[in-house]
């Protein structure tokens, strides 16, 4: 047979991969799934079912078997960047819900938070499993005690099969990373770490509240006890050029992160960064600009790294702008298109 490179068997299916074929799929349950794509060259790149990307809608159904949620709760924590330990004022683009505005009632109890989102969930989805995402503001910022508690009260709500942790890595302290060995040696558990960026410049001018060595110090931690742990970048703090934020991307990359949540700087009503813009001091990216970063972003990542967003949406009644991230399906659908235009896809210009 011409141009044939390799034959192999997926799933008991037997595939054929030839050079000049875009795609080799399989059918399973109606549902077309992309298994390679081949360069000029006839060089196989894995693809994630159709997406250029690793997603993490993919990474949970390869993982579990089907269909995952995320249950945003509010623990009720506040945060040393806050409270006066470390400051009063927070981060600057930081919300007053504690970056959780779409989290629960903190004035509810976790299971009632849970059950009231789950309910509201089913009217759409009738099944799948469930991640207890514990979310607004710093979710290990409490005495252990309290800690295990309501981390045992989520993980107890039927369908849950894992925990996702947000957190400061300087609110990592030796029981609490105890208490987490804990829950990892029986639930699946990932940390959620804010980074933002790898510049202290910036992490100053945006009042982080810790240098890079601190991040570098709890990630490591968290890698001895081989918890996974995901980090946030957001793309348009102010005074970051370009080449700036792809370092930042890049310095995730080789960070020994699992998984990387990426950003648009959404300005919010009520929040330190608007004093900032009104200086004249922040500039919007524009979503042209936006979508060249992740796309160019995504291509620095490894393969094996999970994409858990690569945008997000604040409050219409909340956002001062840029107003374009309100149209995040278009953004999402423009970020595939220009992988796909440009032949690019994740693990591509990756350095290791």
């Not at 030839?18 to 390679?36: A, D, Q, S, T, W």
């Not at 969930?121 to 514990?134: E, H, L, Q, R, V």
């Not at 370092?247 to 608007?274: C, E, F, R, W």
Request: aromatic fraction near 10%.
């Amino acid at each position: 047979m011409q141009n044939v490179i390799q034959q192999c068997t997926f799933r008991n299916l037997q595939c054929t991969i030839k050079k000049g074929i875009n795609y080799v799929r399989y059918e399973n349950n109606n549902l077309m799934h992309v298994l390679f794509c081949l360069d000029l060259g006839g060089n196989m790149n894995n693809f994630w079912n159709g997406k250029r990307y690793h997603s993490l809608n993919y990474f949970l159904r390869d993982k579990f078997g089907e269909k995952v949620f995320k249950i945003s709760l509010d623990g009720g924590f506040s945060c040393p960047n806050r409270d006066g330990k470390i400051s009063s004022g927070g981060c600057l683009f930081c919300s007053e819900r504690g970056s959780g505005d779409y989290a629960g009632n903190r004035e509810l109890s976790i299971s009632k938070q849970f059950d009231d989102i789950k309910t509201m969930m089913a009217n759409k989805w009738k099944s799948g499993k469930y991640i207890a995402y514990f979310q607004a503001y710093t979710n290990t910022y409490a005495p252990v005690s309290e800690l295990r508690r309501k981390y045992e009260e989520a993980l107890k709500q039927e369908g849950v099969v894992a925990i996702a942790i947000a957190t400061r890595p300087d609110c990592l302290g030796d029981d609490v990373l105890e208490l987490l060995d804990e829950i990892n040696k029986k639930f699946y558990l990932w940390i959620e770490l804010g980074l933002q960026t790898s510049n202290d410049e910036t992490a100053k001018r945006i009042n982080r509240g810790y240098k890079l060595d601190v991040f570098e110090n709890a990630m490591k931690k968290l890698k001895d006890r081989n918890i996974d742990v995901v980090v946030h970048d957001i793309l348009g703090l102010p005074g970051e050029t370009k080449e700036d934020m792809l370092n930042t991307m890049d310095y995730i990359a080789h960070s020994g992160a699992k998984g990387i949540k990426l950003h648009l700087l959404h300005l919010m009503k009520q929040t330190p960064m608007v004093k900032v813009y009104e200086k004249g001091e922040l500039e919007f990216l524009s979503q042209e600009d936006y979508i060249e970063l992740v796309t160019q972003g995504i291509a620095m990542l490894p393969k094996d790294m999970v994409v858990h967003r690569l945008t997000g949406d604040a409050p219409r009644d909340l956002l001062i702008g840029p107003m374009w991230s309100l149209k995040k399906w278009e953004v999402l659908n423009s970020i595939d298109k220009t992988l796909e235009d440009n032949d690019l896809w994740q693990g591509k210009n990756f350095k290791g």
